[in-house]
């Protein structure tokens, strides 16, 4: 499979700051890529180096196998989105969307021919003669998504696109990014800091944190294989054992990930208090002290709740828990 | 003090007094407001009014004395050769001033609005706003002698060998003269000097509003740098090169100090006012001149509307 994007031993410093720092990334042509991990861990600087909004301070950045370094933004065949949208607030929609069209030095009808497309496309067709100001904050995120998409780009760069955007919108807008992104085939690299989106839409996903790339893998292996302690409380909001919590079950002397579902009260296992307890729809969340640490569990609808400050058991089927690396002790 | 949730005992003078407030706020509004609206429309309004009305009386050329009836006689002695000519002289001084303040203003208006922070952001305000301190007659005066034949300016080309560049540029017609300080070219420069704060700020304040990735999104659609101020960056800043250009474009259609001071002894429309109602007492045709500027500047923002100068605000 051909390479979209590839990093070598990328990293860019803002002074003595390490937003990037040597980061290896191989994106494959018409892959669903995403760049998750908390705000200032790099991510939204790895997407502005691919749009060429950055120069990297080391390492090597190819796109379709070309090397990037020097070429400026507008020399690159990659479009973005971004967070805020960006739309012209001077043009109507029609001239936003043709506005690369137009740069690129197409007629008027031709470019507004091809814009009228690329609105129907994200749903939004007749709309060309509004304002951005008049539209809402779904429709402008469309309008921002048909004005990269008009341009054929061959990658496409998403900043937490859906981030401005309302819960039932955004799982809607979820969808349709997906099912767009089936349809033209096109590489698209996704950045967000909401793992449920990263999950749900990527064929892989990058965590990161401090700069640097943790774990990278299907959204599956992330979710259940976590490599690292990070990857496990970021993404999974998995209850991470320490090595000496690990030892009493596993006999070994290694941190692991246990989902917060999978943990079973009862009369087995470690013991542990309960501290608190909340309703949270289709299950109850409790939280637990067990040898010093914090620990969830997500018990189902119709189970019996136990009351603060009992003193229980934990434990889980051996299936459920998964090491992570061997820690240094 | 009472004991409920609702603090209704507090009953004082000024209490109630903001309480009346609080549930009129049309009336909180015409207070603020009037004020303002009365100095405005008898001291502003009213001279505006009474300098119109001026200007359709007459002088009677043998008396000197004003005939107070409807004419426009006054009105067609400004296209007279002479009068026309300061009208013309004096709009197109306006018009270069105008259009080289915006040239030089927008790169200091966008470091500051785009690049400077924090202290560098103060100098800027403090580099723009210093000049505005002083006396602006000191300043005229100050650029006269820089601008003499035995002033800085000369003496530096001549320092460069440079002197006959200023020469040839002298003995050229119409901008030139028999030195900087007495020719229109050093008129220019005072008056782009004396009006540039009020070009740089409205741009400033423009393009603070710009966010930057409008910039980054032109660049990443393809646009080269000049593609991007061409498309994107000019029409969002031109209601604040409107603005400022309203300053520079009136306040040089109006001066009438540094004419006199620099250039040469050709006069401009705001000397002519001060001419004819001062020495001469012609006021009618004082004030017929002054309603010229008022015409113009009508006409500028009628035209930056129709080609939607405004559409960004």
Known sequence: ?????????????????????????????????????????????????????????????????????????????????????????????????????????????????????????????????????????????????????????????????????????????????????????????????????????????????????????????IYYRPEVPFVADFVGSSNVLPPHVTEKTKGIWANAAVRPEAVRLGEEGLPATVRATSFIGTSTRVSLELDGIQMIALLPKGQAIPPVGEHTHVSWADDDIHLMEQADE | MSDGVLDTDRNGVLTRISDTLWRNPRLTIL??????????????????????????????????????????????????????????????????????????????????????????????????????????????????????KEGILNWLFETLHLSWLLEAYLSLPIIGGNSLSVSWTGTFLVFLYVWLPFMILPIQAALERVPPSMMEASGDLGATPGQSFRHVLLPLALPGVIAGSIFTFSLTLGDYIIPQIVGS?????????YAYQGTAGNIPLAAAFAVVPIVIMGIYLWIAKRKGAFDAL
């Open chain 2, 31 to 148: 207070l603020l407001i009037a004020p303002p609206a009365l100095w405005l429309g008898v001291v502003y309004l009213g001279s505006l009014f009474a300098l119109l009305a001026q200007s359709f009386f007459s002088i009677d050329e043998f008396s000197g004395l004003i005939i107070y009836e409807f004419t426009l006689k006054t009105y067609s002695e400004l296209f007279t050769p002479a009068n026309f000519d300061i009208i013309v002289r004096t709009f197109l001084m306006a018009s270069a001033v105008t259009i080289a303040a915006a040239i030089v203003s927008f790169p200091i208006a966008y470091y500051a609005a785009r690049y400077a922070r924090g202290k560098w952001k103060a100098i800027f305000y403090l580099g723009v706003m210093l000049p505005l301190w002083s006396s602006y007659l000191v300043k005229v005066y100050s650029w006269k002698l820089i601008l003499a």
């Open chain 2, 265 to 273: 002894s050709r006069r401009f429309i705001g000397q002519a006012v």
């Open chain 1, 1 to 221: 499979m051909t390479s979209a994007v590839s990093f070598t031993g990328v990293s860019r410093h803002f002074g003595s700051v390490r937003a990037v720092d040597e980061v290896d990334i191989n994106i494959a042509e018409g892959e669903f890529f995403a760049m998750l991990g908390p705000s200032g861990s790099g991510k939204t600087t790895c997407l502005r180096l691919i749009a060429g909004f950055e120069q990297p301070t080391a390492g090597e950045i190819s796109i379709f196998s070309q090397p990037a370094q020097g070429v400026p933004p507008y020399k690159r065949h990659v479009n973005t989105v971004f967070q805020d949208y960006a739309l012209f607030p001077h043009l109507n929609v029609l001239d936003n969307v043709a506005y690369g069209l137009m740069i690129a030095g197409m007629s008027k009808k031709e470019r507004h021919q091809a814009a009228e497309e690329a609105l129907e496309l994200v749903a939004l067709p007749g709309y060309g003669g509004r304002k951005p100001s008049e539209l809402s904050g779904g429709q402008r995120q469309r309008v921002a998504l048909a004005r990269a998409l008009v341009n054929k780009p061959k990658v496409l760069l998403l900043d937490e696109p859906l981030g401005a955007l309302d819960l039932k919108l955004r799982e809607q807008m979820q969808e349709e990014l997906k099912a767009l992104q089936r349809k033209l085939g096109i590489t698209f690299v996704f950045v967000t800091h909401d793992q449920g989106e990263a999950l749900s839409m990527a064929d892989r996903v990058a965590v990161f944190n401090e700069g640097k790339i943790v774990q990278v893998g299907k959204p599956e292996d």
